[in-house]
């Protein structure tokens, strides 16, 4: 490391509490009805909505097959992502026909 000819001093940084967790991200992939995985990616955030960096993202994965039928919550959860599918895929199709140029 080299020596700075001009050190500068910088101002304390108060505490933060990171106190809630941000949905980063959400990944599940299911090629066959009794495979595939589920992981989430948790990032710790304050009461206002700050993040925190990305070095402390939590990461659980997990199968996805075993868990669907174990967790109640899992199991409602992506029965609601699959019945949102429709909805989703009509808003696309209206989102990229409103973003077309007209002629």
């Not at 304390?12 to 990616?41: C, M, R, W």
């Not at 948790?42 to 960096?53: H, I, K, M, Q, V």
């Not at 429709?86 to 140029?101: F, I, K, S, V, Y």
Request: hydrophobic share 45%.
């Amino acid at each position: 490391m080299l020596t700075n000819p001009t050190p500068i001093t910088t101002e304390p940084v108060p505490a933060k509490v990171f106190d809630k967790l941000h949905l980063y991200s959400l990944n599940a992939i299911q090629p066959t009805g009794d495979s595939g995985s589920i992981t989430v990616e948790l990032l710790p955030a304050t009461a206002d909505g700050e993040l925190a960096s990305g070095d402390k993202v939590q990461r659980m994965s997990c199968p996805l097959y075993p868990a669907i039928t174990e967790v109640p919550e899992l199991a409602a959860a992506f029965a609601a992502v699959i019945a949102a599918i429709p909805a989703t895929q009509a808003w696309l199709a209206a989102q990229t026909t409103e973003d077309a140029p007209s002629e």
